[in-house]
């Protein structure tokens, strides 16, 4: 995501800040569905999350740490990942600017549809760290 966005600042110096956005949503939507592995790749978020603080140092902490409380509340990862998007979009949109704006809903809509297999509503969680001590436990 890093080298992504320098690369796009270093091309197109004229275009400003906005390019951070763009970049970091390429580089997530590259991540996520990436078409040499059957368009099935990662989650995004941390893609996302250097480009959050990257354009707006503030408000990227401010969303992480808003995603991060739904994470330790028990929330789930599922709804981390939208709370950043979401909380991230707001913040923009109060900044002003409409391009940013629209760029910032566009990744919150990657991430939840990213981030929910079935639905943001379902509370079965993916839990990797039991279930590989579940399945180590069981193949023994």
């Not at 796009?8 to 590259?30: N, S, V």
């Not at 990662?42 to 969303?63: C, D, N």
């Not at 919150?108 to 839990?127: G, P, V, Y």
């Amino acid at each position: 995501t890093v080298l992504a966005i320098v690369i796009c600042r270093w091309l197109f110096p004229a275009a400003g800040d906005i390019l951070t956005l763009y970049a970091g949503l390429g580089a997530a939507i590259g991540h996520c569905y990436p078409f040499w592995r059957d368009f099935q790749g990662g989650k995004g978020v941390a893609g996302l999350a250097v480009t959050y603080v990257l354009y707006a140092p503030v408000w990227g902490i401010l969303s992480l740490l808003t995603g991060g409380i739904c994470v330790l509340c028990k929330m789930g990862l599922k709804w981390g990942a939208a709370v950043i998007s979401l909380t991230f979009s707001v913040c923009t949109g109060l900044m002003g600017g409409r391009e940013a704006f629209f760029v910032s809903l566009v990744m919150a809509a990657l991430m939840i549809l990213r981030n929910s297999r079935k639905t943001l509503l379902d509370k079965a969680e993916e839990k990797p760290a039991q279930e590989n001590k579940e399945n180590n436990g069981k193949e023994n």
